[in-house]
């Protein structure tokens, strides 16, 4: 419901009481593609300024829909609520003017935007905020500061000074914006936005995503270096580790689109120990506690011999065919089926991945988990024993047997099975239907 009605002030206000608070009251969102399901169910929030505030739930309660709707996001709709900072309810407002009031968004997943560099990026992002800040809302003149502009030469000082407070090499100014980062510099480059445009509210979309314990230091550092009592804080987190670094005024726990639990600190480690009665980790409502998690977690990785930091890393991002390959084996083993259905699990498999990914299969078979494996190659079966072997072709069943079936297949091809069949194999071959059919496997 964002109607932009509201108009800008011609220049930044004096702190009032009033501008140090960012105040959520009954915020109602649902999806723009799907109104019909209602996400966040309520929210009261008042966060000052000076304030770090962690917000923390399960996947699915709400975090980023808040952080999204917060900032005008088109793919969530606003059904009812007020969000009221400097005077305004900023929903009514377009993102871009949100933005210009002072509030930001460090994203889960930044995107890249090739060709463009950082410096330039940023830039232009201080000059579109500064506009806000000046007289009028018209065009920017890069040149001159009465006009949302800032000269090169201090700009280029801007960058230096922030680039030394994050720890930044120089070169990282003249990368593409995001292009061949890792996931570490991605956020990185999100601290470094938030400190060149000094804003006073910021929204940290869980920025400890996908981080090595190195990276999650560096980045937690980002952070520290900038607040500051005229800048408040909504930190979106799953884990209690980044809260080690960041030390919160207060912790909201999110559940079904409500916080359900506030309190300090001691509410995150409450959450990471897995000690109790919050609904999202009451297992008699489907749920599992976070320590009885990162146990499950840490013996399934050891059967499937991943590394630790697999856990962290976005899903299938930069993943080679083995990895993803892998991941599924994990899915598969936390998930601990009745019935698994693999579709080509060797497809795209080097040796040793292969040997790997079949190990993986290997260790979770047991008498209570029923396996269909879609393969076209008979390796895979020199590590996974089948116990039956089917031909499927054109659409039937048509021979069935033991191992030695897909023995056969790799010696003499399929030929001599559809001939045994019954089939006329030059007339199938040339058949205009069975070519369209492949196409759309294909």
């Given at each position: 419901m964002t109607n932009d009605t509201a108009t800008m002030p011609a220049a930044a206000p004096q702190d009032t009481a009033d501008d140090r608070e960012l105040v959520i009251r009954d915020l109602h969102v649902v999806p723009t593609a799907n109104p019909d399901i209602e996400i966040l169910r309520g929210i009261d929030l008042e966060i000052r300024k000076g304030e770090v505030h962690a917000i923390m739930g399960r996947n699915g309660s709400g975090k980023t829909t808040l952080a999204y709707a917060l900032m005008g996001h088109p793919a969530y709709e606003i059904t009812?609520?007020?969000?009221?900072?400097?005077?305004?309810?900023?929903?009514?407002?377009?993102?871009?003017?949100?933005?210009?009031?002072?509030?930001?968004?460090?994203?889960?997943?930044?995107?890249?935007?090739?060709?463009?560099?950082?410096?330039?990026?940023?830039?232009?992002?201080?000059?579109?905020?500064?506009?806000?800040?000046?007289?009028?809302?018209?065009?920017?003149?890069?040149?001159?500061?009465?006009?949302?502009?800032?000269?090169?030469?201090?700009?280029?000082?801007?960058?230096?000074?922030?680039?030394?407070?994050?720890?930044?090499?120089?070169?990282f100014a003249g990368r593409?914006?995001?292009?061949?980062?890792?996931?570490?510099?991605?956020?990185?480059?999100?601290?470094?936005?938030?400190?060149?445009?000094?804003?006073?509210?910021?929204?940290?979309?869980?920025?400890?995503?996908?981080?090595?314990?190195?990276?999650?230091?560096?980045?937690?550092?980002?952070?520290?270096?900038q607040l500051n009592p005229n800048l408040g804080?909504?930190?979106?987190?799953?884990?209690?580790?980044?809260?080690?670094?960041?030390?919160?005024?207060?912790?909201?726990?999110?559940?079904?689109?409500?916080?359900?639990?506030?309190?300090?600190?001691?509410?995150?480690?409450?959450?990471?120990?897995?000690?109790?009665?919050?609904?999202?980790?009451?297992?008699?409502?489907?749920?599992?506690?976070?320590?009885?998690?990162?146990?499950?977690?840490?013996?399934?990785?050891?059967?499937?011999?991943?590394?630790?930091?697999?856990?962290?890393?976005?899903?299938?991002?930069?993943?080679?065919?083995?990895?993803?390959?892998?991941?599924?084996?994990?899915?598969?083993?936390i998930l601990e089926p009745e019935f698994a259905i693999l579709d080509e699990t060797d497809s795209g498999l080097d040796i040793d991945a292969l040997r790997i990914v079949a190990e993986g299969v290997n260790a979770q078979l047991s008498p209570d988990m029923g396996v269909l494996l879609i393969t076209h190659y008979q390796r895979l079966l020199n590590y996974i024993k089948p116990d039956r072997v089917h031909v499927l072709a054109h659409g039937r069943i048509i021979a069935s047997g033991g191992k030695e079936l897909a023995l056969r297949l790799e010696d003499e091809g399929y030929a001599p099975l559809l001939e045994e069949a019954g089939f006329d194999v030059e007339a199938l071959d040339e058949d205009p239907e069975i070519e369209h059919l492949e196409e759309l496997e294909d």
């Open positions: 009812s609520g007020e969000v009221i900072w400097k005077g305004f309810n900023v929903l009514d407002l377009s993102p871009d003017k949100r933005a210009r009031l002072g509030l930001f968004l460090a994203f889960q997943y930044p995107t890249a935007v090739p060709g463009l560099s950082v410096a330039s990026f940023l830039r232009t992002a201080l000059n579109a905020r500064n506009r806000g800040l000046e007289e009028g809302d018209g065009e920017v003149d890069p040149s001159d500061a009465t006009k949302g502009g800032i000269k090169m030469g201090e700009f280029r000082k801007l960058m230096r000074e922030k680039m030394e407070l994050l720890h930044l090499d120089d070169s593409y914006v995001n292009e061949g980062f890792s996931g570490g510099e991605k956020k990185r480059l999100e601290m470094l936005q938030m400190a060149v445009l000094e804003p006073e509210f910021a929204i940290l979309d869980e920025t400890d995503s996908g981080l090595d314990i190195d990276a999650l230091r560096i980045v937690a550092e980002g952070v520290n270096a804080v909504l930190l979106i987190t799953h884990y209690q580790r980044l809260l080690n670094y960041i030390t919160p005024d207060y912790v909201h726990v999110l559940a079904h689109g409500r916080i359900i639990a506030s309190g300090g600190k001691d509410l995150a480690l409450r959450l990471e120990e897995g000690d109790g009665e919050v609904d999202p980790s009451d297992a008699t409502k489907g749920g599992i506690k976070m320590g009885e998690f990162r146990r499950l977690m840490r013996e399934k990785m050891e059967l499937l011999h991943l590394d630790d930091s697999f856990a962290g890393r976005y899903v299938n991002e930069g993943f080679s065919g083995g990895e993803k390959k892998r991941l599924e084996m994990l899915q598969m083993a």
